[in-house]
């Protein structure tokens, strides 16, 4: 048994979460100030407990589709993305598209990840046209084009963002991931996120794709040159904007992979890793769903992550390109996550994008 925190303020903001209370700003600052790893973890999985007491942990079979990596941005981290015309950068055309999605749907798969650069020339009926062709040719949920491609889609074909959902919507996109949040911070986005779209313009996104029926994950990228107060603020407003939609389906967290441009910013470790996984957890009490983030932390810290406030092993990801590309190439097969997942105790569930269990 894991014992309780031995500070009293820290244990009365534990006792609060896990009696189904909300904390607020204030205490969540105070969490991520504390090194008490096994009290936060503790609290994290009693609610995650409460709110998924069935013994149970899912996962996806899906594959990343990075349509393109030319980017008109240029993020510090990122070590996928190349200029127009530079060496290197690539569009993926229907035969190359067809061999990956065919070869997702043999090993079982039953959704992409569909995500590029900001790239420069291709207008809306260029996405459009790509996804009613994957909708008529394949049986797979599309989860594509994070807030940053959707509002750039906005402002280079010159069409409000809910124009610009409704016509994705109706060509065949399914959900959106949630990619592209980084931090939600304005201070930092010109720091790290140069020519991405801004942290309101981001929660817009959601709140547009939200009210039009589209369901959403969220994430945060920290670890990097952010402030503890900047990334309690990233989570107050995922929490406020799920208070008003709903429409969040899960929250995954991760650190900055190593970066050339960020060679300068010392790593953060698991520990820093568990411990900003706990508190979101706590915190985010009406986001239903955590993913562990095995791809970024590797297999054993990603099972750990399971007793930290996570509930799902996210995706097989029979591909992976841009957290490759930083240096990151952890990899699991389906078997493997069904393994470290019945290790940890629990009984392994294939899921689709709304985390229903399919049949097995």
């Known amino acids: 048994m894991v014992q309780a925190a031995t500070d009293p ?7 609060k979460a896990e009696s189904g209370r909300r904390i607020d700003e204030s205490e969540a600052l105070l969490l991520l100030r504390s090194h008490d790893l096994p009290a936060l973890g503790r609290a994290a999985h009693a609610v995650r407990m409460r709110l998924h007491p069935e013994p149970v942990v899912t996962y996806i079979v899906d594959r990343n589709i990075n349509y393109s990596n030319v980017c008109a941005a240029s993020c510090d981290f990122c070590a996928f993305y190349r200029r127009k015309g530079e060496e290197g950068a690539y569009v993926l055309n229907h035969a190359e598209m067809r061999a990956k999605i065919t070869e997702l749907l043999a090993a079982g798969g039953i959704q992409i990840l569909l995500q590029g650069g900001l790239h420069p020339d291709l207008r809306l009926d260029w996405y459009e046209e790509m996804l009613r062709w994957i909708k008529l040719n394949f049986p797979v949920h599309i989860h594509g084009f994070s807030p940053p491609e959707i509002v750039f889609f906005a402002k280079l074909n010159k069409m409000t963002l809910a124009e610009v959902i409704r016509r994705l919507r109706a060509a065949g996109l399914g959900s959106i991931p949630g990619g592209g949040a980084e931090i939600l911070s304005d201070r930092l986005r010109p720091v790290m996120a140069k020519g991405k ?7 817009e996104c959601m709140r547009e794709a939200h009210r039009q029926g589209l369901r959403s994950s969220a994430t945060m990228m920290f ?38 441009r960020m060679a300068d910013v010392p790593p953060a470790g698991s520990f820093e890793y568990l411990k ?13 769903n955590f993913q562990s983030s095995w791809v970024t932390q590797g297999a054993d810290v990603g099972s750990l992550a399971l007793f930290f406030g996570a509930n799902d092993m996210g995706s097989t990801m029979l591909e992976e390109n841009v957290v490759k590309a930083a240096g990151a190439a952890f990899r699991m097969s389906e078997f493997e ?14 899921r689709d994008n709304s985390y229903a269990l399919l049949a097995t």
């Open 276 to 288: 900003q996984l706990a508190v979101s957890r706590i915190y985010l009490d009406n986001v239903p």
């Open 197 to 203: 779209c801004t942290a309101d313009e981001w929660i």
């Open 337 to 350: 996550i069904r393994e470290r997942i019945e290790r940890s105790g629990f009984v392994p569930r294939a």
């Open 223 to 260: 670890g990097h040159v952010e402030t503890l107060e900047e990334r309690v603020d990233h989570l107050r407003r995922v929490r406020d904007l799920q208070d008003e939609s709903g429409g969040f389906t899960a929250f995954i967290p991760w650190t900055l992979q190593p970066a050339l």
């Open 9 to 15: 303020s820290l244990r009365a903001i534990l006792g």
